[in-house]
Nanobody
Framework: QVQLVESGGGLVQAGGSLRLSCAAS????????MGWYRQAPGKQRELVAD???????HYAGSVKGRFTISRDNAKNTVYLQMNSLKPEDTAVYYC?????????WGQGTQVTVSS
């Protein structure tokens, strides 16, 4: 089992920045990749960014150049630095950990960007 705890969401004006954190605990040796997803009201959950155990990253086109995903292996933590935020970035952001058998999810953190 893997437990994920997110933090760092909040309310910010358009053009501002936020940094989300996701701390993993439990069977972290089984994690192959970690990522951030988001779900806006009335929309499907979508991938924002992910990072493999080897450090390779992937971004959704809508956030490329504005968001950066990184990981601190010593702290078992993944970060999402979000810059130049737009109102359309408003959503609940979820941390995800992918193992060979399961997908693990955090509880979600709200990000609201005001215009």
């Amino acid at each position: 089992q893997v437990q994920l705890v997110e933090s760092g969401g909040g309310l910010v004006q358009a053009g501002g920045s936020l940094r989300l954190s996701c701390a993993a605990s439990g069977s972290i040796f089984s994690i192959l990749a970690m990522g951030w997803y988001r779900q806006a009201p009335g929309k499907q959950r979508e991938l924002v960014a992910d990072i493999s155990s080897g450090g390779s990253t992937h971004y959704a086109g809508s956030v490329k150049g504005r968001f950066t995903i990184s990981r601190d292996n010593a702290k078992n933590t993944v970060y999402l630095q979000m810059n130049s935020l737009k109102p359309e970035d408003t959503a609940v952001y979820y941390c995800n950990a992918l193992s060979d058998l399961y997908d693990y999810w955090g509880q979600g953190t709200q990000v609201t960007v005001s215009s």
